[in-house]
């Protein structure tokens, strides 16, 4: 089945949809069954990482299978895999060199630098050990681009992309949550590929929306809508993180529709923000992040957005999962939470709609403060 592909850097074309191997790793049978399905729905983009468990194994395996059974996109498959930043020189190139071992391939199209998130790995990619272990690579014909992805602060992933050192990302960038699209839009205008971090489960728990959600996207699936909408802003690839061949419907039916958005897209999208706005009041936030800085670094927007996930959209569950992450996932998710502010309204006079910042992030925290659920990271 043909599929629409996109640029990516500089490295070959990959379809609009992406295979994620963390949920597929029951057993090597389930990943083949999935990866399989992907070939069907004429994906050529598998996305894995060391931190994946078995996937790396799993996927070698099948590769290998698929390959003698003649499945096998007609550019060859093309493949992700990720080292995290902070190693050391020696250790960068035995995982490098593992990876490449266990997948059974001699260069990895793309390897991503894993998690930027602070000023030092990004120093560490840019003049540390990161950056001669990414020289000694190149050197190698180890690797044909390298990348980052990145849950840190927008002014860090500004300087990654502007830094010229990487020729892909892979960001946050969600229908529910368009912040860092034009983050997105810069790196797309420098020549990079950017591909989205898991749109329906960090998007929103979409694959399981509120009745809600539902009815303001009507009449089309929340997860179609963000999918169409990502696609239509020129994002090169969504990832999706399959764990059995079904999940990849959606990826199929959609697998040639990456045309601007219609009318009656454009017409849902458009309801569901009004509905939120309406529901939400004069306690809406616009995440124009004019309170900021907090003297306590409370990351307000953030905890303000999870706000209007939980009451404009009724996404309780997905609110609740991330605001109880806070301070348990390092720095990889924010670390304070709304139960912090000093309530010195230093932020009152910086917002533009007089929002009562400090009442609002009380209310934030009685509503999700609960026990935690465990997540997959990655």
């Not at 930043?85 to 997948?103: A, D, N, T, Y």
């Not at 849902?268 to 004019?290: M, V, Y």
Request: net charge neutral.
């Amino acid at each position: 089945m043909a599929i629409a592909c996109r640029p990516f850097g500089q490295g070959p074309q990959v379809s609009v949809f992406t295979l994620g191997t963390m949920r597929a790793l029951g057993s090597v049978q389930q990943m083949y069954d999935v990866a399989q399905e992907a070939f069907f729905a004429g994906i050529n983009h598998i996305e894995t990482a060391p931190a994946y468990g078995p996937a790396e194994v799993f996927l070698g395996k099948v590769l290998q299978r698929l390959s003698n059974e003649g499945k096998v996109p007609s550019n060859g498959w093309i493949i992700t895999s990720k080292l995290l930043p902070g190693l050391s020189f020696k250790e960068g190139q035995r995982q490098l060199l593992g990876i490449l071992s266990r997948v059974g391939i001699s260069k990895i199209d793309n390897l991503a630098i894993h998690g930027i998130n602070i000023q030092s790995h990004l120093d560490w990619a840019l003049k540390g050990e990161g950056s001669d272990l990414i020289r000694w690579a190149f050197d190698e014909s180890l690797i044909g681009q390298i990348g980052f992805s990145s849950h840190g602060s927008q002014s860090l992933i500004k300087r990654a992309i502007e830094s010229d050192q990487f020729q892909f990302c892979s960001l946050h960038v969600h229908l529910l949550d368009p912040e860092k699209i034009p983050l997105a839009k810069l790196a797309l205008r420098n020549g990079m590929g950017v591909m989205a971090i898991s749109p329906a489960d960090k998007g929103g728990r979409l694959q399981d929306p509120s009745q809600t959600l539902i009815s303001d996207c009507d009449p089309i699936p929340p997860i179609q809508l963000a999918y169409r909408f990502l696609l239509a802003e020129g994002i090169s690839t969504l990832t999706l993180g399959a764990s059995q061949p079904n999940d990849l419907e959606l990826a199929k039916n959609l697998a040639n529709n990456d045309t601007p958005l219609t009318s009656v897209e454009q017409n849902s999208i458009s309801n569901l923000r009004i509905k939120a706005k309406q529901r939400l009041g004069k306690t809406f936030c616009g995440q124009c992040r004019s309170c900021l800085p907090c003297p306590k670094d409370v990351p307000i927007p953030e905890l303000l957005r999870l706000r209007n996930l939980a009451l404009g959209h009724d996404l309780m569950i997905f609110s609740k999962e991330r605001y109880n992450l806070i301070g348990k996932a390092g720095h990889w998710w924010e670390q304070i939470n709304a139960n912090e502010c000093a309530r010195c309204q230093q932020c009152l006079p910086r917002c533009p709609n007089n929002l009562s910042i400090p009442d609002l992030l009380e209310e934030t925290h009685s509503l999700l403060s609960d026990a935690p659920e465990r997540r997959l990271w990655g």
